[in-house]
Nanobody, 127 residues
Framework: QVQLVESGGGLVQPGGSLRLSCAASGSLFSINAIGWYRQAPGKQLDLAAAITSGGRTNYTDSVEGRFTIARDNAKNTVYLQMDSLKPKDTAVYYC?????????????????????WGQGTQVTVSS
């Protein structure tokens, strides 16, 4: 049906940069919004940034001005450019596609409550 594949995580020093990618595949019709969530060890899953199909973006306060989310609709891919990284940004980052509609057997499935998650990618900020 629909799959999300994340890439781009890794180890970086404080002040460095990383770019995460989330590629959606399948017989997609539309995705309302794609977000990047993160979960630090022992903490809850929180939204870091999100972008709607119309290009409207939303950032949590702690990443505002340092992270940039962008969407390539032709490639069904969303990027998270992370600059000026801090140790507190260390977490597993998950891509979420919200409001997914897709084709199967000639019919359209899904809707506003259909969400899909990627497998997660580790980001570690440490010297």
């Amino acid at each position: 049906q629909v799959q999300l594949v994340e890439s781009g995580g890794g180890l970086v020093q404080p002040g460095g940069s990383l770019r995460l990618s989330c590629a959606a595949s399948g017989s997609l019709f539309s995705i309302n919004a794609i977000g990047w969530y993160r979960q630090a060890p022992g903490k809850q899953l929180d939204l870091a940034a999100a972008i709607t199909s119309g290009g409207r973006t939303n950032y949590t306060d702690s990443v505002e001005g340092r992270f940039t989310i962008a969407r390539d609709n032709a490639k069904n891919t969303v990027y998270l450019q992370m600059d000026s990284l801090k140790p507190k940004d260390t977490a597993v980052y998950y891509c979420n596609a919200a409001g997914v509609r897709y084709y199967s057997g000639g019919y359209l499935f899904g809707g506003p409550s259909d969400d899909y998650w990627g497998q997660g990618t580790q980001v570690t900020v440490s010297s």
